[in-house]
């Protein structure tokens, strides 16, 4: 059995969930990474992370199944808890309201709120036992400000900054810090329908953002330097909500 601390990564095959990933293996964490389909797109990150020298546990569960994550995650969390949760999975559904089925609203709800708290809940009480833990959620610039056509996609993002600031304050006393990081536009398959020069001319910095630069945001609130911070939302986002 090893000594190193653990991390948890949803939504992890690829994009950001894989760089973050990727630079905690590098910050010396273990990692369970979950994701919810690509299982040949998750072991090339897999590979590359236990490339590193540490290990990678593969965890695929749908995040808004309950009964899923608790099989998939409780015989890990019989044995270790991890020190990291980061909770990036997520998809869009875009629609204007008007047009928008219940489906394209249920399931983007579903997916990062329900999906907030099936993983959350089912790690917190091992991680409040050991009194020490990071809890990052990867929010979303549009549940700052509300984007148009998606309604749905932006009252799921404010809902999971503002289950973060709730929870940090119920589990401060644990010595367990809650964060929320929200990017911007960042260069992934989510944002590779967008019409980028369009987009561009409301960005100040001018270009999209790596997963790279989300992902050492995430690093560091899971590092050291990072121990007086609890209940933030940080935005990676280029300037585009300042
Ligand atoms: P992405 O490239 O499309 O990757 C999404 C990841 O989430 C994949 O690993 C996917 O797994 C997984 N996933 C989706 N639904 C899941 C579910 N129900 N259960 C478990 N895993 C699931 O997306 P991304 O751009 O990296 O986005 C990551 C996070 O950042 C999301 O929460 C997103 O809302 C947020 N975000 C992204 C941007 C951006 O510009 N890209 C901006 C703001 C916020 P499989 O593919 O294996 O199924």
Redesign the pocket.
């Known amino acids: 059995m090893g000594t190193r601390e653990i991390a948890l990564v949803?939504?992890?095959?690829?994009?950001?969930?894989a760089a973050i990933a990727r630079s905690l293996a590098a910050a010396g964490y273990d990692i369970w990474l979950?994701?919810?389909?690509?299982h040949a797109?998750?072991e090339q990150v897999a590979q590359s992370i236990e490339a590193m020298g540490v290990t990678c546990t593969k965890v695929p569960?749908?995040?808004?199944d309950a009964a899923a994550v608790k099989a998939a995650l409780a015989p890990l969390l019989e044995v270790q808890a991890p020190f990291v949760l980061v909770n990036?999975?997520?998809?869009?559904r875009d629609a204007l309201l008007f047009w928008m089925s219940e489906e394209e609203w249920k399931s983007v709800l579903s997916?990062?709120l329900d999906?907030f708290f099936h993983v959350t809940h089912c790690v917190l009480d091992r991680m409040a036992r050991r009194r020490k833990g990071r809890i990052i959620n990867?929010?979303?610039?549009?549940g700052q400000t509300g984007v148009a056509g998606q309604v749905n996609y932006s009252a799921a993002?404010a809902g999971v900054i503002g289950a973060t600031r709730a929870l940090a304050k119920e589990i401060a006393r644990r010595n367990i810090l809650v964060n929320a990081v929200s990017?911007?536009?960042?260069e992934?398959?989510?944002?590779e329908a967008l019409p980028k020069e369009q987009m561009l001319a409301h960005v100040p910095l001018g270009r999209f953002g790596t997963?790279e630069e989300v992902a050492g945001v995430v690093a560091f609130l899971c590092s050291d330097a990072a121990t007086y911070i609890t209940g933030q939302v940080i935005g990676v986002n280029g300037g585009v909500f300042i």
Not at 10 to 17: M, N
């Open positions: 949803t939504g992890a095959s690829k994009g950001i969930g979950n994701y919810r389909s690509d797109a998750a569960f749908d995040v808004a990036n999975a997520g998809f869009t997916v990062h999906g990867i929010v979303s610039t549009s993002k990017p911007g536009f960042i992934t398959e989510m944002t997963p």
